[in-house]
């Protein structure tokens, strides 16, 4: 059983810079695609980014953002830069089990889920 713990949300002005962190206890990381995901007051839950277990990722935020993982820490980052008042939300890492190299972007296809940070960009 994996658990997940996110940290590093807060509040920020517009433009700056946030990173957040998602240690994970009680399985061997490097078997996890680990995977960052947002929720909105009022919205769906939406994918931000995900990486892989070889430390290849994609994201939904056009750049801004990067997903790193460090395997000696059993946590994977979120750099968020250039932060904008819609970047607001709840952030929630995410693992999933694989044995191959997906990138997986729907939350359907992760296993576990941490409780999320919150992240608010002031205008």
């Known amino acids: 059983q994996v658990q997940l713990a996110e940290s590093g949300g807060g509040l920020v002005q517009a433009g700056g810079s946030l990173r957040l962190s998602c240690y994970a206890s009680?399985?061997?990381?490097?078997?996890?695609?680990m995977g960052w995901f947002r929720q909105a007051p009022g919205k769906e839950r939406e994918f931000v980014a995900v990486?892989?277990?070889?430390?290849s990722s994609t994201d939904s935020v056009s750049g801004r953002f990067t997903i790193s993982r460090d395997y000696a820490k059993n946590t994977v980052y979120l750099q968020m830069n250039s932060l904008k008042p819609e970047d607001t939300a709840v952030y929630s890492c995410?693992?999933?089990?694989?044995?191959?190299?997906?990138?997986?972007?729907?939350?359907?296809?992760?296993?576990?889920w941490g409780r999320g940070t919150q992240v608010t960009v002031s205008s």
């Open positions: 995410a693992a999933r089990y694989t044995s191959n190299n997906e990138l997986y972007t729907t939350e359907e296809r992760y296993d576990y």
């Open positions: 009680g399985g061997t990381f490097s078997n996890y695609a």
């Open positions: 990486i892989n277990r070889l430390g």
